[in-house]
């Protein structure tokens, strides 16, 4: 109860937090990369009416989204990444990009099954075949629809980042760990962390509103 707030913790080691901001920042940026065609694949196989994508693409999402992310980097480090070398770096990208993947697919299939019907049988009517029509037609339109769900997916990714420090990932997280077991100063450093992780994330969210707006008026 008679804790006093001592913020030179934050200005002592800020160049620490920076390197670990810049760590959490690639991984973020690495995994959104990733997760982004790893998703659109995904999606597109689980409409498709080849029965073997559609249980391929099925099967990974649903056993994905039932694992938890913390197990899943876990077993990517110390499983797959001991046979394929990976690093805690690697592991941690791959595990997260693997993990928001599942969500993004979910997002895509809905986004473009609530376009109507009629859209793709006019495409194809006018002489598109499916991929032309998918590419033209119907994604731009589902990508509208999917847009905010889409950057609450990737807010939810830049916060779970957080994890890789259970996988020795030097991140803003991880130090923050090894800060508050050194200086004790608990309340001044999570509270930066939070600080942020909402600036990024807030971020994140003011640019993907800017998209939004954009192809409202687009439309």
């Known amino acids: 109860m008679n804790y006093q707030m001592d913020w030179s913790v934050i200005t002592d080691n800020f160049d620490i937090f920076m390197e670990g901001l810049l760590v959490t920042l690639k991984i973020s940026a690495l995994s959104l990369a990733i997760s982004i065609p790893i998703g659109i694949i995904a999606g597109l196989c689980r409409i498709s009416r080849n029965r073997v994508l559609s249980f391929l693409a099925a099967s990974y999402v649903e056993v994905i989204r039932g694992i938890p992310l913390l197990v899943l980097l876990l077993w990517i480090f110390f499983v797959l990444g001991k046979f394929m070398k990976l690093g805690s770096f690697w592991s941690a990208v791959i595990g997260l990009a693997v993990f928001s993947g599942a969500f993004v697919a979910e997002i895509v299939?809905?986004?473009?099954?609530?376009?109507?019907?009629?859209?793709?049988?006019?495409?194809?009517?006018?002489?598109?075949?499916?991929?032309?029509?998918?590419?033209?037609?119907?994604?731009?339109?589902?990508?509208?629809?999917?847009?905010?769900?889409?950057?609450?997916?990737?807010?939810?990714?830049?916060?779970?980042?957080?994890?890789?420090s259970v996988i020795a990932v030097v991140d803003l997280s991880l130090v923050g760990h090894n800060l508050v077991a050194t200086t004790f100063r608990v309340l001044e450093v999570w509270t930066f962390i939070a600080a942020v992780y909402f600036v990024i994330t807030f971020s994140l969210s003011q640019i993907i509103r800017y998209f939004e707006r954009k192809y409202r008026v687009l439309e």
């Open 109 to 164: 299939r809905a986004g473009i099954q609530s376009v109507p019907r009629g859209q793709m049988e006019a495409a194809r009517s006018s002489g598109m075949n499916y991929f032309q029509a998918m590419k033209l037609i119907i994604l731009p339109q589902a990508l509208r629809k999917v847009l905010p769900p889409l950057a609450s997916q990737f807010i939810i990714l830049i916060k779970d980042s957080s994890l890789a």
